[in-house]
């Protein structure tokens, strides 16, 4: 088991073991690439008592982040997630075997083979790639890294999550080895006074940063034809749930979270046992390490795009009175290997960006296209041609 309260002290069971284990991972990671500059630290603090919490206990996320390389990029930072504590049938059992295969053994396998494909080579940006505890007792070390990095100013601008990605198998022989669900929310957790007037305004119902992160790794999954492909979800995560993504979300930082097609609950929060025949638990014989790996090339992809290309421009759709075109302006992205910039549009009823065009190094460009019709959005290139997310627009009114 590696349930968020087992045994800290043993060297071969329980949460503790499993977190020592992660940071020596990480520590022949970093040595193996020659970087004296990564970091690796165990993130601690204590968790006061919850509803699956009795009492005070000290939890930590294991921690690994690689500093970007580009002056002018460096305090953007990525992350990648994935919860190592497990459960079983009872949230509450931290002694029983819970063994966690798929949940969330597969995230952290691919969080740790993301840092072990991305350390030995310099990144623009500054890549963090997080081990958390407590998630099912409440994505308390999640909840805990996001509100320290609210509180500290970390430039978080995109996480991926990952999240029982290890078994494309479902009920009745149906499979998906080939897709992978990716949710973003919409609307924000935590909307900041006068933003869902805003929201409402710009029908921008859809077009969160969450979002365009989605719609960022479904270019980027079908610009490489990675072997597992995207189903975008819109929605925060599975009806009525939630997983570490969520705690970043709350914080007001875009994040989405990765998740087979379909979930088998009779190996999810499972005791592992055998009743009439049929196996009950999540065991690694439900893990198919093939799929897994497709989904953590999935994220390497969108990863290395993000942490290579230029910041998405913070911009604006001109609003000077009645009018049949279209202006938009944005600010000047500050890398120097910046080559130019596209404005993009799609139907207001599209899920995907579906026209674009290169502007240029230019900070301004009109279109001949109403804004009554269509939404538009810009994103930045760099010289070897790696797009940013694209940025939706605010209004700057004269």
């Known amino acids: 088991t590696r349930h968020t309260l087992s045994d800290t002290t043993s060297d071969t069971r329980g949460i503790g073991a499993a977190r020592r284990w992660l940071r020596d991972e990480f520590h022949s990671i970093a040595d193996a690439a020659g970087r004296a500059d990564i970091r690796v630290?165990?993130?601690?603090?204590?968790?006061?008592?919850?509803?699956?919490?009795?009492?005070?206990?000290?939890?930590?996320?294991?921690?690994?982040?690689i500093p970007g390389a580009m002056p002018e990029a460096r305090g953007r930072?990525?992350?990648?997630?994935?919860?190592?504590?497990?459960?079983?049938?009872?949230?509450?059992?931290a002694e029983g075997d819970a063994p966690g295969a798929n949940d969330d053994g597969s995230g952290t396998a691919a969080v740790l083979e993301l840092a072990r494909v991305f350390a030995p080579r310099p990144w623009d940006a500054t890549l963090v790639f997080i081990m958390s505890a407590g998630e099912e007792q409440g994505l308390l070390g999640a909840r805990r890294f996001a509100q320290v990095a609210l509180e500290e100013g970390m430039d978080i601008h995109a996480v991926l999550s990952n999240d029982?990605?290890?078994?494309?198998?479902?009920?009745?022989?149906?499979?998906?080895?080939?897709?992978?669900?990716?949710?973003?929310?919409g609307i924000p957790a935590f909307p900041a006074e006068g933003e869902m007037n805003r929201i409402r305004q710009l029908a921008m119902e859809s077009d969160s940063p969450s979002r365009q992160l989605a719609r960022f790794v479904a270019e980027v999954a079908q610009r490489y034809q990675t072997e597992v492909q995207p189903r975008l979800i819109f929605r925060p995560d599975r009806f009525l749930r939630g997983g570490d993504h969520s705690a970043f979300n709350e914080q007001g930082f875009a994040a989405v979270r990765f998740t087979e097609v379909y979930e088998a609950y009779d190996r999810q929060h499972q005791d592992v046992r055998m009743v009439d025949?049929?196996?009950?638990?999540?065991?690694?014989?439900?893990?198919?390490?093939?799929?897994?790996?497709?989904?953590?090339?999935?994220?390497?992809?969108?990863?290395?795009?993000?942490?290579s290309a230029p910041r998405a421009p913070e911009c604006n759709l001109v609003f000077s009175g009645l009018e049949t075109t279209t202006t938009l302006e944005w600010a000047a992205a500050p890398e120097p290997d910046?080559?130019?910039?596209?404005?993009?549009?799609?139907?207001?009823?599209?899920?995907?960006?579906?026209?674009?065009?290169?502007?240029?190094?230019t900070t301004s460009h009109t279109l001949d296209l109403s804004k009554d019709n269509w939404f538009f959005g810009v994103r930045a290139y760099d010289r070897d041609g790696h797009r940013s997310p694209v940025s939706f627009p605010g209004v700057d009114r004269r």
Not at 43 to 65: D, G, H, K, S, W
Not at 169 to 185: M, N, Q, T
Not at 281 to 303: I, K, S
Not at 354 to 360: M, P
């Open 277 to 307: 025949g049929r196996p009950y638990g999540d065991t690694p014989d439900f893990v198919d390490a093939e799929y897994l790996a497709g989904v953590a090339r999935l994220n390497a992809a969108a990863l290395a795009e993000l942490a």
């Open 338 to 361: 910046i080559a130019g910039y596209e404005v993009v549009w799609r139907d207001t009823t599209d899920w995907q960006w579906t026209h674009v065009v290169d502007v240029g190094n």
């Open 41 to 65: 630290e165990l993130q601690t603090f204590i968790q006061p008592p919850n509803y699956r919490i009795p009492e005070e206990v000290e939890l930590a996320n294991v921690v690994m982040t």
């Open 77 to 93: 930072v990525y992350v990648v997630i994935g919860h190592y504590d497990s459960r079983n049938s009872d949230a509450m059992d």
């Open 164 to 185: 029982i990605v290890g078994d494309p198998s479902g009920p009745d022989g149906r499979s998906a080895p080939g897709v992978v669900r990716l949710f973003s929310e």
